[in-house]
C-alpha cells in the first residue's frame, strides 16, 4: 500500500504565499511524474501543475508566473510553492502520484486533498 499525506494548505490573503507538500509512503519501486490538482466549489477539477521525474515542468495557465512545482526524489515529496495568491485560487488542493508499487506495477495514487482560502 501507498500512502499520500498532504499538508501545508490553510487561509491567506490575496498576494499571500503558501507552500504545499506531499509526501509518498508505503511500498514504491520508483516515481515516475507527480502533481497537484485543484477543485473549487462548483467548478471541475483542473490539473494545476505536474513535474515528472527528470523535472520536466507544466502548470496550468491561470498559474503560470505564480507557482512553482517541485520535488525531492530522496523524500517522495512534491511541493507546490504558491505566490501572489488569488481569490480564485481558493480550492482543494489534491497531489497525484504517478509510481511503480514495490511489484513493479504501475499505480495512479491520489492524496485527499488540502483547502486553500484565499481571502481578506
Known amino acids: 500500500q501507498v500512502q499520500l499525506v498532504e499538508s501545508g494548505g490553510g487561509l491567506v490573503q490575496p498576494g499571500g504565499s503558501l507552500r504545499l507538500s506531499c509526501a509518498a509512503s508505503g511500498s514504491i519501486s520508483s516515481i515516475n511524474a507527480m502533481g497537484w490538482d485543484r477543485q473549487a466549489p462548483g467548478k471541475e477539477r483542473e490539473s494545476v501543475a505536474t513535474?515528472?521525474?527528470?523535472?520536466?515542468?507544466k502548470y496550468a495557465d491561470s498559474v503560470k508566473g505564480r507557482f512553482t512545482i517541485s520535488r525531492d526524489n530522496a523524500k517522495n515529496t512534491v511541493y507546490l510553492q504558491m505566490n501572489s495568491l488569488k481569490p480564485e485560487d481558493t480550492a482543494k488542493y489534491v497531489c497525484?502520484?504517478?509510481?511503480?508499487?514495490?511489484?513493479?506495477?504501475?499505480?495512479?495514487?491520489w492524496g485527499k486533498g488540502t483547502l486553500v482560502t484565499v481571502s481578506s
Open positions: 497525484n502520484v504517478d509510481l511503480r508499487d514495490g511489484s513493479g506495477w504501475p499505480r495512479l495514487y
Open positions: 513535474i515528472t521525474e527528470g523535472g520536466s515542468t
